[in-house]
């Protein structure tokens, strides 16, 4: 597959031509990001802009994102694994994982889904809740099943519930199907959350933490990003 893409001191500024399923997309970085604030202000609202010093993280997403190998390869992202994007509170997790929606073939787009949401959801209904975002979560196109992608957004900031006196980690559980998931059948998952690989062994146990690093590419905001809502 043909692609001519930018080296790393052109990364922000040269024109790149890639090769997208079965026709060309021509486009430069700069008319992503254009692309990307846009619809930026059209969701988020008027004060939503894309930050300088956000650049680099934009750039990998927008890499795995169109599926480029080459440049995969040289900024060490694996096209299989999803994507765990962290960083402080308001660094703008949220907004680049629904923009980069965008970019993504639709046969692995994944769907936003919060995991404070996701907890309510196992409160109302229970057990089944953790096997509709995992061993339930595919579509069925003919001839064959395939599995659907979501983004758990804040990880962290949901509850252990109870329910009928049973206390369940949901996220969790959830991960831990989707890993056997993404083993047997290349189930994608995303995660956004503030919380450092100590708080994910505190809070989640090393057998999750374990296999959210055979799931994940690991992408990071600097610790001291700015709070971008205020």
């Not at 559980?173 to 083993?183: C, G, N, P, T």
Request: glycine share 10%.
């Amino acid at each position: 597959m043909g692609k001519t893409m930018p080296n790393h001191s052109e990364l922000f500024t040269a024109p790149g031509v890639i090769s997208f399923g079965k026709g060309t997309v021509n486009y430069s970085f700069s008319s992503c990001l254009e692309f990307m604030e846009q619809k930026g202000r059209e969701l988020f609202g008027d004060g939503f802009r894309i930050y300088g010093e956000d650049r680099p993280i934009i750039f990998k997403l927008l890499i795995w994102a169109i599926r480029d190998q080459e440049n995969a390869q040289r900024l060490s992202l694996n096209l299989d694994k999803g994507i765990m994007l962290t960083g402080p509170i308001g660094s703008g997790k949220t907004s680049l994982m629904t923009l980069i929606r965008f970019f993504i073939p639709p046969d692995i787009r994944h769907s936003m889904k919060s995991c404070r949401e996701v907890s309510f959801e196992f409160h109302r209904n229970g057990y089944e809740v953790i096997r509709k975002y995992s061993v339930l979560a595919y579509d069925r196109p003919t001839g064959g099943k395939k599995p659907r992608a979501y983004c758990f957004d804040d990880l962290g900031t949901e509850q252990n519930l109870k329910y009928f006196g049973n206390e369940v980690n949901v996220m969790g559980e959830i991960l831990l199907s989707r890993y056997d998931q993404f083993v047997s059948d290349g189930m994608l998952t995303h995660l956004t959350t503030n919380l450092t690989a100590g708080e994910i062994e505190e809070f989640y146990g090393s057998r999750v933490r374990s296999r959210m690093r055979a799931m994940f590419n690991l992408i990071s905001f600097e610790a001291n990003t700015k709070d971008k809502r205020r």
